[in-house]
């Protein structure tokens, strides 16, 4: 529509959705929360515009371009909120650190050690993935950070068994020993993945802002086409 009501909605829809795109790129100029709300308002208002329905050829890559721009938003405050924490790289390395030394005395469990290293490096490994695969890397940290604490809590079960069989006074305090030690073997690896994690998601924020500035040119010069048409014809 050239006018009324659809035409503002349009109207209003596009600069929110500029505002969204451009504020993708400034860390204190919006918070996620409302950068968010107009990633959902400003698709949700163009859509009303057009009828949720094809019009012209300009107009309907200007809607693509809008959706992908839209959900190139999204996919960048994700990434951003994961690699911007209030803790830095540091901080978590630190608090990883500290939390291998407190187990120390925990790792007197015949080859927990050798075990724990071992998962370790498979989830940095994860971290070290490049290419396209890059893509699908948190996906896979996740399912290894899963198989890794269940890995480790089996042997432990069993180690702590074994050793109640042997001795009496472990077998006094199995529960509790296992209790510990399972606490001991989720948090050391949440450190490790909240590690990983960060530098990730790192990577991939600094990939996302090279791809999204191509998205984010193209809708500008298909929304410039589709108003000028709009306007002209």
Same mark, same amino acid.
């Given at each position: 529509?050239?006018?009324?009501?659809?035409?503002?909605?349009?109207?209003?829809?596009?600069?929110?959705?500029?505002? $969204?795109?451009?504020?993708?790129?400034? !860390?204190?100029?919006?918070?996620?929360?409302?950068?968010?709300?107009?990633?959902?308002?400003?698709?949700?208002?163009?859509? @009303?515009?057009?009828?949720?329905?094809?019009?012209? =050829?300009?107009?309907?890559?200007?809607?693509?371009?809008?959706?992908?721009? =839209?959900?190139?938003?999204?996919?960048?405050?994700?990434?951003?909120? !994961?690699? +911007?924490? *209030?803790?830095?790289?540091?901080?978590? &390395?630190?608090?990883?650190?500290?939390?291998?030394?407190?187990?120390?005395?925990?790792?007197?469990?015949? %080859? /927990?050690? *050798?075990?724990?290293?071992?998962? &370790?490096? %498979?989830?940095? $490994?994860?971290?070290?993935?490049?290419?396209?695969?890059?893509?699908?890397?948190?996906?896979?940290?996740?399912?290894?950070?899963?198989?890794?604490?269940?890995?480790?809590? %089996?042997?432990?079960?069993?180690? @702590? !068994?074994?050793?109640?069989?042997?001795?009496?006074?472990?077998?006094?305090? $199995? %529960?509790?020993?296992?209790?510990?030690?399972?606490?001991?073997? =989720?948090?050391?690896?949440?450190?490790?993945?909240?590690?990983? &994690?960060?530098?990730?998601?790192?990577?991939?924020?600094?990939?996302?802002?090279?791809?999204? @500035?191509? /998205?984010?040119?193209?809708?500008?010069?298909?929304?410039?086409? +589709?108003?000028?048409?709009?306007?002209?014809?």
């Amino acid at each position: 529509p050239k006018s009324g009501l659809g035409y503002a909605l349009g109207a209003v829809g596009g600069l929110l959705l500029l505002s $969204q795109a451009l504020c993708a790129f400034r !860390k204190h100029l919006l918070n996620a929360r409302l950068l968010m709300m107009l990633g959902i308002i400003a698709p949700v208002l163009i859509l @009303i515009h057009c009828g949720f329905s094809l019009g012209a =050829t300009n107009s309907n890559i200007a809607l693509a371009a809008m959706l992908l721009v =839209t959900l190139s938003g999204l996919c960048g405050r994700y990434f951003y909120a !994961k690699a +911007h924490d *209030e803790a830095t790289l540091p901080d978590l &390395e630190r608090q990883a650190q500290e939390i291998k030394d407190r187990g120390r005395n925990l790792l007197r469990l015949p %080859e /927990l050690a *050798e075990r724990f290293d071992n998962e &370790e490096r %498979e989830l940095r $490994q994860v971290g070290d993935w490049s290419g396209p695969s890059l893509v699908w890397a948190p996906f896979s940290l996740a399912r290894r950070y899963t198989a890794s604490r269940r890995l480790l809590t %089996e042997y432990a079960r069993n180690a @702590i !068994k074994a050793g109640a069989a042997r001795h009496k006074a472990v077998a006094a305090h $199995q %529960e509790r020993c296992e209790q510990v030690t399972f606490d001991y073997i =989720t948090r050391r690896l949440r450190a490790s993945r909240e590690v990983v &994690e960060f530098r990730l998601y790192n990577r991939l924020f600094s990939i996302w802002r090279v791809l999204h @500035i191509p /998205l984010f040119l193209v809708l500008l010069a298909a929304s410039i086409v +589709h108003v000028i048409s709009v306007h002209v014809y």
